[in-house]
Nanobody
Framework: QVQLLESGGGLVQAGDYLRLSCAAS????????MAWFRQAPGKEREFVAAITWSGGRTYYADSVKGRFTISRDNAGNTEYLQMNSLKPDDTAIYYC??????????????????WGQGTQVTVSS
């Protein structure tokens, strides 16, 4: 019912910036929350940031707090992740996620029913 497509990944140097986008299609008006997760090689999928329906509440992992900013355009069904002061540890595949209805736990992957295919972000030192 909901399709997600990430874009904006690439190869950058430490200290640079990057903005990821997630375009949603289908029945998207009922989405309560959208989020970003990431997965580095050999590691578990990790929560990055989330934003609720109203856009008034945002949540960030401690590792990205102060550097990343999540935003959501409900009218255009697009989610963004502004990534500043990038570090080599930020290197991962970044996934967009969404859910209809209220999300039980925003920082848990199992709370989201819809996922994109991911976009690669590589940060060199």
């Amino acid at each position: 019912q909901v399709q997600l497509l990430e874009s904006g990944g690439g190869l950058v140097q430490a200290g640079d910036y990057l903005r990821l986008s997630c375009a949603a299609s289908g029945r998207t008006f009922s989405t309560y929350a959208m989020a970003w997760f990431r997965q580095a090689p050999g590691k578990e999928r990790e929560f990055v940031a989330a934003i609720t329906w109203s856009g008034g509440r945002t949540y960030y992992a401690d590792s990205v707090k102060g550097r990343f900013t999540i935003s959501r355009d409900n009218a255009g069904n697009t989610e963004y992740l502004q990534m500043n002061s990038l570090k080599p540890d930020d290197t991962a595949i970044y996934y967009c996620a969404a859910n209809t209805g209220r999300v039980p736990v925003l920082v848990k992957a199992w709370s989201y029913a819809y996922w994109g295919q991911g976009t690669q972000v590589t940060v060199s030192s």
